[in-house]
């Protein structure tokens, strides 16, 4: 299948030349032939599903030479262009032939508008060409939902009704601040339900507090109602910072629902992962309980039965939740490559 581009549609075109929606894991076509010899930086390219997490296609043709010390860059970038480095640049032996290369994200670029790559060796071949193809994971969690971008931080904004991903109204609100300057104090992000016909429901459904910086911030969104077809937002301070931009997007995650008569506590907690399985804490359960991975893990967490492995738990990267239904919290097992992960778990 071949990628086409056309502004602000999410179109694959196919080999018979017919244009329709593009599957969740559409390649991503970065480099076609370019030349091997020298630095190159591909154009960024939309990612269709937001998902970094995938595999690179690496093809080379005609390579002479002895090339060393290759390598090639991920960068994520944002619907406005701006890119970053995601990760340590992947390490390239060019040789005539195609391999494939795994690609992990870190754990604060896991979803992207775009993506780009740069090639550098340390030392060049002396002919041939690279042409790359980035295929991501259908795994990945529901894209976030972008409020504002870039919205002047001095005074009250509402969004456009933007729709909330799977309809459900459970997540988290993405927060980033550039340029904030003086002291603000009492902010907060309200959000209201809106039909898909644009019918407001005249009612906040959560309402967020923070205080406006100029690094991200992840804040739990709990609304009245579990679901709705649109979020608008309203931002509004009691004192308003004296400069500088806000982006919000809304993450949205998917609750558990518990039918039924609920029991009168609900118990929660933390616990550290090492390599090794190691129950969750003892706790009776009569409906069930969440488990999520913290998002400062760099690592992932599996999870599963007693004798869970990293090869046959439920893998939850950062910011990813497992939820089921057991009689006691400890008949759950965590696991993890090595240390450094926790995981932190909810249930009644």
């Keep these: 299948m071949a990628i086409g581009s056309r502004a602000q549609t999410v179109q694959c075109q196919t080999t018979s030349g017919a244009w329709g929606p593009c599957p969740l894991n559409a390649s991503v076509q970065l480099f076609t032939t370019q030349a091997a010899t020298a630095t190159a930086t591909a154009t960024a390219q939309k990612v269709y599903n937001f998902n970094m997490t995938g595999t690179f296609l690496v093809t080379y043709a005609g390579i002479t030479g002895s090339p060393a010390t290759c390598t090639l860059q991920v960068k994520t970038g944002d619907s406005l262009g701006n890119v970053s480095n995601n990760n340590t640049a992947l390490s390239l032996t060019p040789a005539t032939g195609s391999t494939t290369i795994a690609f992990a994200p870190t754990s604060t670029q896991q979803q992207g508008d775009q993506m780009t790559v740069v090639y550098a060796c340390g030392t060049y071949p002396t002919a041939g060409t690279v042409s790359v193809e980035f295929v991501p994971s259908t795994s990945a969690p529901l894209p976030p939902a972008p409020l504002f971008s870039g919205t002047a931080a001095t005074a009250t904004a509402t969004s456009f009704a933007v729709r909330t991903p799977g309809q459900s109204g459970y997540g988290d609100l993405e927060i980033t601040g550039s340029g904030i300057t003086g002291s603000p104090s009492g902010c907060t992000i309200a ?3 809106q039909s898909n016909t644009g019918s407001p429901t005249g009612s906040t459904q959560a309402t967020v507090s923070f ?76 409906k069930g309980i969440c488990i999520e991975a913290l998002s400062t893990n760099s690592i992932s967490v599996f999870v599963g039965p007693s ?17 089921t239904s057991v009689a006691n919290s400890n008949a759950l097992y965590v696991i993890a490559s090595t240390t450094g992960a926790s995981v932190t778990w909810s249930g009644n």
Aim: proline share 9%.
């Design 211 to 286: 205080t406006p910086g100029n690094s991200l911030q992840v804040l739990p969104v709990v609304p009245t109602n579990p679901t709705g077809d649109q979020y608008v937002a309203t931002y509004a301070c009691s004192t308003y910072p004296t400069a500088g931009t806000i982006s919000v997007a809304f993450a949205p995650t998917t609750p558990v629902v518990i039918a039924g008569t609920l029991p009168a506590a609900i118990i929660s907690g933390q616990q550290a992962v090492t390599a090794s399985a190691v129950a969750l804490a003892s706790n009776a359960l009569t």
């Design 191 to 193: 959000l209201a339900y």
């Design 307 to 323: 004798g869970v492995t990293t090869s046959t738990g439920i893998e939850l990267p950062a910011k990813s939740s497992y939820c």
